[in-house]
């Protein structure tokens, strides 16, 4: 449960948008969006692989 503590005279914008912030972190929508829909254990390799693969080739440019 996320609890946003609203300061004294604190706009109710800027505390929303502090909780949309922390809810984003948490990465329960993301987990929600994954559990809907089943994905292929190789599509779901296939996804690492390509993740893997790009942050080589970043950590790869930076060491040039």
Same mark, same amino acid.
């Given at each position: 449960?996320?609890?946003i503590p609203i300061k004294e005279g604190e706009?109710?914008?800027r505390a929303l948008k502090r909780f949309k912030r922390k809810f984003d972190k948490t990465g329960t929508k993301r987990q929600l969006q994954a559990? #809907?829909?089943f994905t #292929?254990?190789?599509v779901e390799r296939r996804a690492q692989i390509q993740k893997a693969q790009y942050i080589q080739g970043l950590r790869d440019a930076e060491d040039i």
């Open positions: 449960m996320l609890i706009n109710i914008d559990r #809907k829909q #292929k254990p190789s």
